[in-house]
């Protein structure tokens, strides 16, 4: 079976990113509905990037996202994007329960991220593949 492609204008792709963000200090800060809060965050602000979500979930602690990711968009953008619409709405949801782990007006998230890139076949035979190639047509006496 083979996989399907996505499409768009003078585009075809399949890209997934791994993403893992980890709040700030470690702190355990994360609860149920807060992350299930986030889900929906994320959702918004990847389809208003014409991306999507594949997968989520979290630790008190960190969560990981799985995204389809739309060529246009600029990974560490993206990225920015995210961390600060959840933070800023987590906070300012979840005021009294982060208050205890976080003062003044501190972000959520440690400045670091974790991005991988992930699906498809694996490195190797791609490498295999590409070096497999033939190299273009062969040069020819009188052709220009």
């Avoid at 890209?15 to 809060?37: A, E, P, Q, S």
């Avoid at 003044?104 to 890139?117: E, F, P, R, T, Y």
């Amino acid at each position: 079976m083979e996989k399907e492609l996505n499409r768009g204008s003078h585009v075809v792709y399949d890209i997934h990113l791994h993403i893992c963000f980890v709040t700030k200090y470690r702190k355990k800060v994360l609860t149920t509905n807060m992350i299930k809060d986030m889900r929906e965050i994320i959702e918004k602000v990847l389809t208003a990037k014409r991306c999507s979500l594949e997968e989520f979930e979290g630790e008190p602690d960190h969560v990981h996202i799985l995204i389809q990711l739309h060529p246009d968009n600029n990974i560490s953008q993206l990225i920015s994007s995210l961390k600060s619409a959840t933070s800023r709405i987590i906070r300012r949801k979840y005021a009294q329960e982060i208050k205890g782990f976080y003062w003044g007006k501190a972000k959520l998230w440690h400045d670091s991220k974790c991005i991988v890139s992930c699906g498809g076949a694996p490195l190797e035979i791609i490498k295999d593949y590409i070096k497999n190639q033939s190299g273009g047509r062969q040069n020819q006496e009188g052709s220009g």
